[in-house]
């Protein structure tokens, strides 16, 4: 179930002055939400989401698995601050119709600029619109996470472990057609190998994967395909054993199955040596990175296609950890929800 909310949850900033622009804490409003960053731009609507499977008829879909250490910190952190700062991003399916473009033409608008983004707001407080975004976005049966599964998780294990407090639980999210989301490249940077298996690794590493020695600025699409930086050495890793691609033969499944898991033994805990770094930065930060760390390793994963994407969410099958990369992310600077209160918005 998918609602408006009250205007207190907007930062009452400099380029956003509530009080300036006659806004009630009584008002329920949507916003529509564009943030621009690194060249790529991700447009959608900001809402309140279920969190209650009682009143909620739409299902709302994982691709990824969550970290046990990750997800308890979280959990701690909601329990004495109980405030979301930035949205999760929930995908759908597009539809045919083009209702934002249509109502940001009349709305109210405020740009926000903060370090290397840029946020444009479009505020909806008309009661008709605002009603007839809710029955659009209500007709999704289905809503896929594509960045947030740890503070979805938090918010549902606390709202599960505490009705009292969690009466009406909802997120604050981003809400984006498929068709419309930015899936970009991720880098895994694994260190403190120890110095026998280090010594082991391009053997290890050449029992699932081809080696081929490559300049970095090539690049592959292909997502049973990767690149790996090994002792000053770029080299393309591609499967060796399947063709047809599927969720069984991707690159990071297959490192996660076979060398991550089994031969790194890589548990869930913090410091575990592995460092998720964003596709935006370069192959130079890579080697940089593993040059300052003992006995370390850099994987360059491509971004999944979305077709591929929508077969995983649909099939509930889950990715490892940080397997994805969905760029640019909302601004953390503009909303300030109380999620234990979700009852009064």
Excluded at 184 to 190: A, D, E, L, T
Excluded at 227 to 239: A, V
Excluded at 282 to 290: I, P
């Amino acid at each position: 179930m998918i609602k408006p909310f009250s205007s207190d949850i907007i930062k009452n900033i400099a380029e956003i002055n509530l009080e300036k622009e006659n806004f009630s804490s009584k008002d329920k409003i949507f916003v529509i939400y564009r943030v621009e960053e690194y060249g790529l731009t991700h447009t959608g609507l900001i809402a309140l989401v279920s969190l209650n499977n009682n009143n909620n008829h739409q299902t709302i879909h994982k691709h990824e698995a969550v970290s046990i250490f990750k997800l308890s910190k979280l959990i701690k952190e909601f329990s004495s601050f109980p405030y979301q700062k930035q949205p999760i991003i929930l995908l759908h399916k597009p539809s045919e119709h083009n209702l934002l473009a249509n109502l940001t033409s009349g709305a109210q608008k405020v740009i926000f600029h903060h370090l290397d983004s840029i946020s444009t707001i479009w505020f909806i407080r008309d009661a008709k619109h605002v009603k007839q975004i809710e029955e659009s976005y209500n007709s999704y049966q289905d809503l896929y996470i594509a960045d947030g599964h740890h503070r979805y998780e938090a918010l549902h294990v606390l709202s599960q472990s505490q009705p009292e407090v969690y009466q009406d639980p909802y997120i604050l999210a981003l809400l984006i057609p498929l068709n419309g989301v930015n899936l970009c490249p991720y880098n895994k940077i694994i260190s403190n190998i120890n110095a026998k298996k280090y010594n082991m690794f391009l053997r290890k590493i050449n029992n699932f994967f081809l080696l081929t020695p490559v300049d970095k600025t090539v690049r592959s699409t292909r997502a049973n395909e990767c690149y790996m930086y090994f002792e000053k050495k770029w080299y393309l890793l591609s499967c060796k054993f399947f063709f047809k691609i599927n969720i069984n033969n991707l690159a990071i499944i297959i490192l996660e199955e076979n060398i991550f898991d089994d031969f790194l033994q890589i548990e869930d805990s913090e410091p575990n040596g592995v460092e998720y770094v964003t596709g935006i930065i370069g192959s130079n930060y890579l080697e940089q990175r593993v040059s300052q760390l003992y006995n370390a390793v850099a994987f360059s994963f491509n971004s999944l296609h979305k077709k591929l994407l929508l077969n995983i969410f649909e099939t509930q099958a889950l990715l490892p950890l940080c397997s994805t990369c969905f760029l640019p992310k909302p601004n953390t600077e503009i909303f300030n929800f109380r999620i234990n209160s979700a009852i009064k918005n």
